[in-house]
T-cell receptor
Framework: GAVVSQHPSWVICKSGTSVKIECRSLDFQATTMFWYRQFPKQSLMLMATSNEGSKATYEQGVEKDKFLINHASLTLSTLTVTSAHPEDSSFYIC??????????????FGNGTRLTVT | GQNIDQPTEMTATEGAIVQINCTYQTSGFNGLFWYQQHAGEAPTFLSYNVLDGLEEKGRFSSFLSRSKGYSYLLLKELQMKDSASYLCAVGAGNNRKLIWGLGTSLAVNP
């Protein structure tokens, strides 16, 4: 149980275009979803936390107008990288938490999306 | 401030035992997680410690000392597939946000 599906697994786009990444909880209702970014040989960096039906909370230094997050349903959250630039090339990972889970429950991660901006 | 330290890289031999240390300084403490991450993949959960002591789970064990701000992950009977990055993460602060270490890249050699 607790499967999180992330799509696409990888994407290559041209500079200036936008890319949408989807994160779905397949067998549970995800009231909270987290979006991370990871550069090579670096740890996970939390970008934002989204709760179903409300605006996402962005971490300091993350541009909310550039990284649009939508969590319109209990099973789907999307991250849109707008006007992507080469420096946005990274590994983006989502994770989800069910309403019944507490803070000490392990995170359920998607498989990540490798974004390359040319 | 919030800080988590782990060694950057470690090397061990197949069949051996390796200990990966993690020290932390955080405002508040709500437990410590260990995750394993293979290259290009998402992290997978290994263990969670909130009380002092050793938690054993098969070949993997995790230890916590809250007074020392210290934890270690012990991997026994190493296998080649254990070559991965091991991430230490601490739940901290009023919002219980996870603070992540930079990870320890473990290479298991034959």
């Amino acid at each position: 149980g607790a499967v999180v599906s992330q799509h696409p697994s990888w994407v290559i786009c041209k500079s200036g275009t936008s890319v949408k990444i989807e994160c779905r909880s397949l067998d549970f209702q995800a009231t909270t979803m987290f979006w991370y970014r990871q550069f090579p040989k670096q740890s996970l960096m939390l970008m934002a936390t989204s709760n179903e039906g409300s605006k996402a909370t962005y971490e300091q230094g993350v541009e909310k107008d550039k990284f649009l997050i939508n969590h319109a349903s209990l099973t789907l959250s999307t991250l849109t990288v707008t006007s992507a630039h080469p420096e946005d090339s990274s590994f983006y990972i989502c994770s989800a938490k069910a309403q019944t889970e507490t803070y000490n429950s392990p995170l359920h991660f998607g498989n990540g999306t490798r974004l390359t901006v040319t | 401030g919030q800080n988590i330290d782990q060694p950057t890289e470690m090397t061990a031999t197949e069949g051996a035992i390796v200990q990966i240390n993690c020290t932390y300084q955080t405002s508040g403490f709500n437990g410590l997680f260990w995750y394993q991450q293979h290259a290009g993949e998402a992290p997978t959960f290994l263990s969670y410690n909130v009380l002092d002591g050793l938690e054993e789970k098969g070949r993997f064990s995790s230890f916590l000392s809250r007074s020392k701000g210290y934890s270690y992950l012990l991997l026994k009977e190493l296998q080649m597939k254990d070559s991965a990055s091991y991430l230490c993460a601490v739940g901290a602060g009023n919002n219980r946000k996870l603070i992540w270490g930079l990870g320890t890249s473990l290479a298991v050699n034959p």
